[in-house]
Each structure stands twice: as C-alpha cells, then as structure tokens.
C-alpha cells in the first residue's frame, strides 16, 4: 500500500518514506491510497490473541512494504510487561453494564502516547534502514503535555537519532513539566515556549516547512522527522485499540459478534479520535464517535456547524492536553470525508493559516453530523464529575477523561441512545494529581500541600491507589533542561542543540 498527501493526492510513497519523513513535502500529510477491511471474521479471529499479536494484525495490513516478521519485531519490542504494567497492555474497565473505559495508561509515561510512542521508535528504525537513509534523524516535537515525555522515553537513546521537544512555559501540569524536564538520554533536549501549544506547534510546522532550513540541516547530515501525530507512524499503532476494545468486549460475553459500540474520545488534536475513524472505516462496527471537548470547544462548534474557526480565545484548563485550537489531523478526515478532494482540503488549509477559519459545504457537514457528536465541558463540570463518579463508584479519573465522561452523559441524555459506550480513558489520574485531588478532597485539602510530589501521596492515601512507578520516582530526578524561548526564536534553539555550523 502507497500513501497519498492531503493536499496532492498524486504523491505516491512507501510507508516506510512515510514515516520516516513525518510531514509530505507539501505541507500535507500522509494518508493511506486505501483504507483495508476487515470482516467479522476477521474480528473475531482477533478475540483469543494477545495486545501485540492484535497488532500486528491490523498494521500489517497498511505496513505492507514491511514484512510480517518485522512488525512483531517491533510490536513484541513494544507492548510487554517489561514497558507495561498489565500484560493486557490496553484493559478493559467495566463501569456498569453499558459503559467501560479504555484505559490507555499502563505504560512508562501514564499516558495513552505510550501506545503509540513505544512502537514508533522500532518503526522508524526499520524505516529507515528500507530506505537506505544516511543522515541522523532528528525527531521535532511541539506537545500540550503527554507526547512530549511519551516521545522522549520512547526515542531516548536509540541510534541514529535526536529529538528535541518543545512545550509551552505555562500549558501543561507540574507533573508533565518535571518528567520532560528530568528526562534522562544522550540525545534528547527539551525547550520551553512561551506561550501555548498552538504556538509551539505552530513554530516546528514553520521548521518543517522551510526548505533554506532544511538545505542547511542536510549539509550537517540531518533530517527532520515528527513524532506528533502527523507522521502516519505515530497515528496507524492507535487504530489498534480500538479493535482491542471491542474484541475484550467479545471474550468477556459483554456484546455478541456484529454489535454496535459507541467510542467517547477526549480529543484535541483530533489523532486520537481520528484513529478510531479508521476503525469505523475498516469495518469495526462504531454506532457513533462522540468527541469530547473541554472550553477550548473549537470541534465541537465545527461538528455542530461546519466553520472552523481558531479566532477564538485560548483557554487554560484543568485538562491542558486538550488546550488546543488547531486541530492538526482533522486534515486528514477532511480528505477522506470529501473522498479525496485534495484540492479543497490544500484550500481550506490555506485559509486557515492566512484567515484562521473555513467553512465546509453542506454535504461535508452532512457527513461530519453522520458520523460524529460533539460536546464539551467546562472546568467546573470536569472537577464535579470526578467527585461524583468516584462517591458513586470508587473510581478515579484524570481530568481529561472526565471531560469524556461528562460529554457522554450529554449525549445521553440528548439521544437516549442505550448503545454500549466505550470511554477512551488518556491519562492517569496522578499525572493531574493537583486537580483530582481538588475534585475529591476539596480546595482545603490541596492549599495546605505546598510541594508537587506531596499532592501524589495525598491523592494515593485518598483514594487507596498506588502511585504509578515511573511518577513516584520523579521527585528524586534532578533537573537537567532549563532553555526557555520566545516562539519567534525556536530556529535559534534547534540549530544551537544541533550545533550547526
């Protein structure tokens, strides 16, 4: 299977050129020529194996210039016990008799990235011995929070390789902060931004793009690649939970073979949703994708009305990895909702960047209200969520898959649609501990802990849950990242990291 570009669908590369360059020449980004498909049977035939078996199943249909032997190379690298702290890799939490959650951070980071960001480095590996490539690869990242940390402990220390990510100063939570900044590796380098992550993501795009910049990389024997869901190596591994989901569904007798599920995705970008997408579109039967906004609600008025619109205010919320107003890989479900009209899909970009808004015509917007629900929350709602599902139940949720949980009930409520719902569950609470801990012990008993590692025990001895290794051991990593920049100056920063000459 070759890919295409978003913007010229005549561009036609291996995937192995596609993930290894990340970004399409023009901007774009790459989308498979074809979407493959699975049959019930198919499905099924996935019930009895294990996550990474699962996996190479549904990659080795869109990898197909890779062989069956090296994708379980790179999944079996991926997705064990050693990396995860449950062999299920992706359980299956059951709330109720119609509602679970997909909990998608048992692995090194606490955060769903690591589904991804755990395997890519062996499929970038791979990728570029099939190409013949000779230059360091130097992995740019702008991130609101998890792929930052995801990215550096998946790429640290792997040959051939640098990678340098950006974060905005003031936009993600204490414990994100401190695991970027404390990451250990001989070739990695972290950089704050100031500002937000649109403006992060917004400088490295800039970099990508920049064929002077990238002439001068060359000449130092690099290129670029990206870990951000753009490059099509990072998006394809989280297709495969999804299949995961409703297969755990099957064993555990919850629904019968053909049965329609719901996904509810706390979406910022849109990768995370967009995956589950292509789920639906191979043929797992999805009923509805209901995206989940917090106040940066930029989706969810586009789902409702069809006019992207980014000239909006930024929010600063309890879920900052969602604190976003671009929403990168919305492209691609544009090309394939207008069935590959790569000339609009170039013209609304376009748009976007000089204007900062687009509207699609009616038949898209038809398509976009087919397919998906949008809703959002505001802080408030977050917080009295996690209170309230945790005195119901016991469980606890981060702040972002509250947000799911909230917008969930909406859409209940609104359709009355009895379907079985799966949450996509991103985060471990203890990654968002400060907020959590507010939710569920109140602002008193949070104003009265003063250091950041203190408020994982309180959270911990609150809600009788063990604090996940990799963060417990955070607060004796000494400090070893300082730069700060203005965006204006993140070409200074690269070039300084990289000593060019």
């Known amino acids: ?212 910049y990238a002439e001068v990389l060359e000449r130092n024997n690099f290129m670029l690649s990206s870990a951000n869901s753009i490059n099509w190596g990072r998006l394809v591994p989280q297709i495969v939970y999804y299949f995961s989901a409703y297969c755990n569904l099957l064993k555990n007798d919850e629904i019968k073979p053909g049965d329609s599920v719901n996904f509810v995705v706390p979406t910022g970008n849109f990768g995370n949703i967009l995956a589950a997408f292509y789920a639906k579109e191979m043929g797992l039967p999805i009923h509805k994708l209901i995206c989940a906004s917090n106040e940066n609600n930029i989706l969810t008025d586009f789902i409702n009305t069809g006019v992207y619109d980014k000239n909006r205010e930024f929010k600063t919320t ?26 609009r899909v170039a013209g609304w970009m376009k748009a976007l960047s000089e204007d900062g808004w687009y509207e699609v015509p009616d038949v898209t917007k038809a398509k976009i209200k087919e397919l998906f629900y949008g809703g959002f929350c505001d802080d408030a709602k977050t917080l009295a969520t996690i209170r309230e599902e945790n005195q119901k139940s016991g469980y606890v949720m981060d702040t972002h898959t509250a947000v799911a949980k909230q917008v969930y009930e909406q859409y209940k409520a609104e359709t009355g649609d009895e379907t079985k719902t799966v949450i996509v569950s991103t985060a471990s609470p203890f990654k968002f501990c400060d907020s959590v801990l507010t939710a569920i012990a109140g602002e008193e008993a949070v104003s009265a802990i003063s250091d ?44 300084h990291m990289l000593n060019l000459s």
């Open 1 to 212: 299977m070759n890919y295409a570009s978003t913007r010229d669908k005549s561009l036609s590369v291996t995937s192995a050129e596609a993930i290894k360059t990340g970004l399409a020449p023009d901007g774009g980004l790459f989308i498979p020529k074809e979407i493959p498909q699975l049959t019930m049977e198919d499905i099924e035939a996935l019930v009895p194996l294990s996550y990474p078996e699962r996996a190479v199943s549904i990659l080795k249909r869109y990898l197909t210039d890779f062989t069956e032997e090296e994708i379980q190379d790179c999944a079996h690298s991926a997705y064990n016990k050693t990396k995860f702290e449950t062999e299920e890799i992706a359980p299956l939490y059951k709330l109720n008799s119609g509602l679970y959650f997909l909990e998608l951070w048992h692995g090194p980071t606490c955060a769903f990235k690591d589904m991804a960001l755990q395997i890519l480095p062996y499929l970038l590996k791979q990728s570029v011995m099939k190409t013949g490539e000779t230059k360091e690869i130097v992995i740019l990242v702008a991130t609101s929070g998890d792929t930052g940390k995801a990215a550096l402990e998946g790429f640290k220390d792997v040959d051939g390789t640098r990678i340098i990510v950006f974060y905005p100063e003031n936009g993600v939570s204490d414990i994100q902060k401190r695991q970027m900044i404390t990451q250990e590796g001989n070739n990695v380098d972290v950089a704050a931004v100031f500002g937000n992550f649109d403006d992060a993501q917004s400088g490295v795009k800039k970099i990508f793009g920049d064929k002077e």
């Open 452 to 495: 950041e590692f203190a408020l994982l025990d309180a959270l911990a001895e609150k809600t009788e849950l063990l604090v996940p290794a990799p963060l417990a051991g955070l607060a004796a990593k000494p400090v070893i990242f300082t730069t700060t920049c203005d965006k204006t100056e993140m070409y200074d920063v690269v070039s």
């Open 318 to 343: 309890t879920s900052p990895s969602m604190d976003i107003l671009i929403s990168s890989n919305l492209e691609r479900f544009l090309y394939h909702a207008t069935g590959g009209d790569d000339v």
